[in-house]
């Protein structure tokens, strides 16, 4: 068999996430029009028959006709009617009776004959089949504008939408008033109503269609592979299909604005020890800052209480290892957290989901004089939260605006949404939920598809992932040289700091070559294009050498897939009848065991031990490393086993696992560069970082890359890695055309859909992005909110980005509590070129290591 003896370095994980729609998507298919679309697609049918006619003739039947002609007589008038009547047919209108009697008199074949009367027809049948379908639409409308109306009245809906965004569902409000004060019929479709309405679709594709992981529309459910269980799915919900568990939590920033408080206050200092600026170390009695070119001389006495800073010792005891009074241990900490030199705050890890927990459990550690003076606060903040976790709507939106109060009670600027600049429309309370499934079994056949073409897959980018990693090295070896002069070493800030330009986007040569090279090998059939397993196989030979290379350096990956099935039933895929999707592969998949997803899980500390045995039994687990910046969501990369380089926030191990960034430094060893830390290699978890200074010291990426890129291209078709859909259909469609057009309204909206359909082959649903920082909209062709966005953002950018729905409408097998839901199992794989331990020593040895 193929790739059998690479496909044993490959484990996958037993655990998985499967994350699915809170909403069904009929709901959103609700708001097609139905009996306008039966017409436009007759009208459809009529523009094919028309340009299918219009070619016959002019690639045909006119050059036979003008032979014809001048073989009958050399009367030039009747080769300029010739001429004339092509015209209509190149502009495709109707030709004029005269020009109809004329061609009927003249002594053509039979077939000629008919062309005329068959493309006038066509015009009157279309000019029938339009006023039918604007009477339809007359009709149809007022009705999908209300069942628009219905969904926005809808409790589910206005909690998702408000917690989305309060400021949204001021607009919810307002269009409910309008309604209030119209007839049956609505508010007329003003300026006003129109924006309303068009946000109202927005939040519903979202809510239908992606599988955020917000809030109930967007639910945590998890489940677990089981290679030895003949069923492919085993799946069972809840009584009613209810969500097991919401989780509410304060915002990070949130929670950091209450320790920043709680940090003003000189009686909380007196028992917070100071810790040092990771950013700022010292060289020949001089701080150095990081990430700058400042440095700064210090007098004796500050230097001397710097050296004692460690994180763990208190002001107090800072007082009596350097001989001086506690207020002026209090004023030197001052002057030297002002000049950035150490970091003298209530600290907490943005890595942790329960920072609320861990800013109880500091203040309710602090001597009664201090914290006497804030718990009440930190109670406030915790009461708060449960009321929010235990309440229902619209019980719950009251409740976030008491927050919000609370929160403007307490912080000095100005904080409320769109009044002030400290967090816009970012909220101050989230809420996770998990899921209805109580059990999910993924074994059988099933599972060994989706093992054997995800092996396939991951083998095939592998391949890249080496070599960006070596177009990363070579990137911070030309830095290196530049910078090092007579050094034996850099630190790892100065590459950081040369290295990563906001502005500017790596591109790595090395994986645009490759990119060409198979794009250049793909066979063509006809659901698309395809890379089968044979010519991985020749890929991995032929880079085998450089496979080997990189992960003698960097051994291991963390590659964790988004996988969609497409099937029409469960029992369809139960019997083998379906399609696996690839949606997108991030390099980590630690937050599966850990993070925002794994902290919800009912058995979180045993998850989250199966994952720390598993990393520890891999090689070079000793040398691996995190990175602990401070976030503005939720979402983080959790702290994993080995050691953690501080950035910009707190770690929660022991200092002996603990290393100041500022002391990492860049080392040359043989052709690449290394970090170290007192002589130490160390080697960084990928963690979902894009920049070229972490991707170059962190284990290789293994991410998609593009297959037949659409630079020159107007269309990709599908491709396939194997059986599995790599690549969906895309199309790149300039906009140019549409910018100077008015957007269209009314029935005109609906015929425009329709032909910007027919004009570029797309099919009836597909979603559209059209810049790199826009979610995409999903777009009906039957939908007239999802045509007005469509047709705006169009008007509003050079070009877009069209793919297809896949799994498509019919193909989602997923039942939710009210309908067919879209969704996606998360996954983890790990590769090794070295076979796991299975007689490890004081690890817990369980199936996940064992494997």
């Not at 395809?530 to 290379?549: G, P, T, W």
Request: glycine residues 4%; negative net charge.
């Amino acid at each position: 068999m193929l790739l059998s003896n690479h496909e044993k370095k490959w484990t996958l994980m037993d655990r998985m996430i499967l994350r699915t729609t809170g909403f069904p998507f009929d709901m959103v298919e609700r708001l097609n029009s139905q009996k306008v679309v039966v017409s436009l697609e007759r009208w459809e049918d009529i523009q094919q028959r028309k340009e299918e006619l219009a070619k016959q003739y002019l690639q045909t039947i006119y050059d036979l006709m003008m032979s014809w002609e001048w073989s009958q007589t050399e009367n030039e008038q009747h080769h300029h009617q010739v001429n004339k009547v092509r015209k209509y047919f190149f502009k495709r209108t109707p030709v004029p009776g005269e020009m109809v009697r004329w061609w009927l008199s003249r002594n053509y074949p039979k077939k000629w004959r008919e062309i005329p009367v068959l493309w006038n027809a066509l015009f009157e049948e279309e000019s029938r089949v339009e006023l039918e379908a604007k009477e339809k639409f007359e009709q149809e409308f007022s009705k999908i504008r209300a069942g628009l109306k219905e969904i926005a009245e809808d409790s589910r809906f206005q909690e998702a939408v408000y917690f989305s965004s309060p400021s949204a569902y001021e607009a919810l409000e307002r269009h409910a008033k309008l309604w209030q004060h119209s007839g049956r019929e609505g508010p007329s479709l003003n300026k006003e109503v129109r924006k309303n309405e068009s946000l109202i679709f927005g939040y519903l594709q979202r809510f239908c269609t992606k599988n955020d992981t917000t809030s109930f529309f967007g639910p945590i459910n998890y489940g677990r592979f089981e290679q030895k269980n003949a069923r492919s799915l085993e799946i069972q919900h809840t009584e009613g299909r209810t969500l097991q568990r919401k989780a509410a939590t304060f915002s990070q920033w949130c929670i950091r604005a209450m320790a920043s408080k709680i940090s003003s206050d000189p009686a909380v200092l007196r028992h917070i020890a100071p810790s040092k600026n990771p950013l700022v170390t010292m060289v020949d009695n001089r701080l150095k800052y990081h990430f700058t070119d400042k440095t700064r001389v210090l007098p004796e006495v500050y230097l001397s209480l710097l050296e004692r800073i460690d994180g763990q010792t208190q002001p107090h005891e800072l007082a009596r290892l350097i001989d001086e009074p506690i207020e002026k241990i209090d004023y030197m900490l001052a002057q030297l957290k002002k000049i950035g030199a150490i970091r003298h705050e209530v600290e907490l890890c943005a890595t942790r989901v329960p920072l609320l927990e861990d800013l109880k459990r500091i203040v309710e550690q602090l001597p009664p004089d201090a914290r006497n003076r804030w718990a009440s606060l930190v109670e406030e903040a915790v009461t708060l939260r449960d009321q929010f976790e235990a309440s229902a709507w619209p019980e719950k939106a009251r409740i976030f605006e008491a927050t919000e109060t609370w929160f403007g009670s307490w912080h000095e600027d100005e904080v409320r949404r769109k009044a002030g600049t400290l967090y816009g429309d970012r909220l101050i309370l989230t809420e996770d939920c998990v899921g209805s499934v109580t059990h999910l079994q993924i074994g059988g056949e099933l599972y060994e598809r989706l093992y054997n073409q995800s092996v396939l897959v991951l083998e095939f980018l592998k391949i890249p992932a080496a070599l960006r990693w070596l177009d990363y090295q070579e990137a911070a070896l030309l830095v290196y040289e530049k910078l090092r002069g007579e050094r034996d070493s850099i630190s790892y800030t100065e590459i950081i700091q040369s290295l990563d330009n906001p502005g500017l986007t790596f591109v790595s040569s090395r994986v645009n070559e490759f990119e060409k090279k198979a794009s250049s090998v793909l066979q063509e059939t006809t659901e698309g294009y395809v890379l089968d397993a044979h010519q991985v196989e020749q890929f991995i030979r032929e880079y085998e050498e450089i496979i080997n290379q990189v992960y003698s350096h960097a051994p291991f990956s963390f590659p964790s897939p988004d996988l969609m099935i497409a099937a029409h039933s469960v029992r369809d895929l139960e019997e083998g009848a379906y399609q696996i999707v690839l949606g997108e592969i991030h390099d980590d998949w630690s937050t599966i065991y850990d993070g925002v997803f794994g902290f919800f899980h009912p058995e979180n500390e045993k998850v989250k031990k199966e994952m720390q045995d598993f990393i520890s039994a891999l090689p070079v687990s000793s040398q691996m490393s995190s990175v602990v910046s401070n976030r503005r969501h939720k979402h983080v990369t959790p702290e994993l086993p080995g050691w953690t380089i501080e950035l910009a926030s707190k770690s929660t191990k022991s200092r002996e696992q603990i290393i100041p960034i500022g002391e990492v430094n860049v080392v040359k060893h043989g052709e690449h560069l290394t970090l170290e830390y007192q002589g130490k290699e160390i080697i960084l978890y990928p963690g979902d970082v894009r920049t070229i200074a972490h991707g170059a010291f962190s284990l290789p990426r293994i991410i998609s890359i593009n297959l037949l890129d659409s630079h020159d291209r107007t269309m990709l078709p599908r491709i396939y890695v194997g059986e599995m859909v790599y690549q969906r259909k895309k199309w790149k469609i300039n906009t140019r055309d549409y910018q100077s057009q008015t957007v269209p309204s009314g029935y005109e909206l609906l015929k425009e859909g329709y032909k910007f359909k027919a004009a570029h082959h797309l099919p009836t649903q597909f979603f559209v992005k059209w810049s790199n920082t826009e979610k995409p909209v999903f777009v009906d062709i039957r939908n007239y909110w999802a045509l007005d966005w469509l047709f705006r953002i169009m008007k509003n950018t050079s070009s877009i980005e069209i793919t297809e729905f896949l799994p498509a409408a019919d193909q989602l097998f997923l039942e939710g509590g009210h309908g067919k839901q879209t969704c996606e199992f998360r996954m983890g794989f790990t590769y090794s070129h070295q076979p796991f331990s299975t007689n490890l020593e004081g690890v817990l040895a369980n199936e996940s290591v064992n494997r």
